[in-house]
């Protein structure tokens, strides 16, 4: 049996070791990414971005126990783009969804970037397949608030929760660059502290400014005590809303499409970038680097260069 298969039908470690070979970019398990798209589109896929610190991983555990009692599988994917300077691993995801790291219904992975960064974001989702596959009802991915990666995440996932902390200032302005479009839900964690119910009377007329009257959704704004599992089931509860807008809206189907054509594009760009770090032997690429730097070439001349050599397939 091939990994895909063991995947489809249920193996945990073949799960984990498909990931890492996504991880690793291996294309033997391209491969058996095809066998797997059959068997995908079932699971619902919530993205947590915000700030470091902001209690992402907390709130996730505290998910992964409301939808644990509702007798829901999960999966969890944690992205740390900034790991790979850091050398460290995501310690403190792990730690902090301990809770349910002996339970079998619920598999938690993290991925750190190693490349450039779309190939996380492409690792990202070659993992929310798996996961998918492998039968899970729920996919939570955490990411921290920063950049491309983000962004990409914001687009593969069903629901989207930006995770706020009251006194944060220049969060809002972080919003103003964006993010707040890309919210589904906003969260303010940390409700114990001072001026929480200051920041979402502000998010609230921020949001209300942005569209008056629109029949769109009406992106909530959500107060939690992550630490003290507090306010998880409004949040469940606006999750579940969004869900039902989504499916009534026929938004499900867009965001399906924006995911299929992220997907498209990373494997496209990937495809491309190792057909030409491998013509010639590399030589190819260095040759035109040289020619470069010599100013005999620019980058878009080197650029339909390779188009006619990818033509020729040489
Ligand atoms: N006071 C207070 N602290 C909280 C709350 N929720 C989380 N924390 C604390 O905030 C710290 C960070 O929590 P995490 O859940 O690790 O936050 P995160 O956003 O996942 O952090 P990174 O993954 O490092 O970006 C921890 O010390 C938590 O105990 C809360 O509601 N109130
Ligand atoms: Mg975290």
């Not at 249920?10 to 491969?31: C, M, N």
């Not at 598999?107 to 996380?120: C, D, Q």
């Amino acid at each position: 049996m091939g990994l895909a298969e063991k995947v489809i039908a249920g193996d945990v470690q073949a799960a984990a070791r498909l990931i890492s070979r996504i991880e690793d970019e291996s294309p033997d398990a391209l491969a058996e990414m095809d066998s797997l798209y059959p068997r995908t589109g079932k699971a619902y896929i919530v993205g947590v971005t915000g700030a470091p610190g902001v209690g992402k991983s907390t709130l996730t555990d505290n998910l992964i126990g409301f939808f644990r009692r509702q007798n829901q599988t999960i999966g969890v994917i944690a992205i740390d783009p900034t790991s790979a300077l850091t050398g460290g691993a995501l310690l403190g995801d792990r730690v902090r969804m301990q809770r349910h790291s002996t339970d079998p219904a619920v598999f938690i992975r993290s991925l750190a970037t190693r490349g450039w960064a779309g190939g996380l974001a492409r690792a990202a989702i070659g993992a929310i397949h798996v996961m998918d596959a492998l039968g899970k009802d729920f996919i939570l991915v955490e990411t921290v608030g920063s950049g491309q990666i983000e962004i990409d995440i914001v687009k593969a996932s069903d629901t989207t929760l930006v995770v706020l902390t009251p006194g944060a200032g220049d969060e809002i302005q972080t919003m103003k660059a964006g993010i707040l479009e890309a919210a589904d839900i906003l969260v303010i964690n940390k409700a114990d502290k001072e001026g929480a119910d200051r920041l979402k009377t502000d998010l609230e007329s921020m949001l209300t400014l942005k569209d008056p009257r629109s029949e769109e959704w009406r992106t909530p704004v959500v107060l939690t005590e992550a630490v003290n599992d507090k306010g998880t089931q409004e949040l469940a509860g606006a999750i579940a809303g969004h869900r039902d807008f989504l499916v009534e809206s026929g938004g499900m189907a867009g965001r399906k499409r924006e995911r299929a054509k992220l997907e498209l594009l990373e494997a496209v760009e990937g495809y491309i970038r190792d057909f030409v770090h491998r013509l010639d032997g590399g030589n190819y690429l260095e040759r035109l680097v040289d020619d470069f730097l010599q100013g005999k070439t620019n980058p878009r001349r080197a650029a339909r260069e390779i188009t006619g050599r990818l033509n020729n397939k040489t």
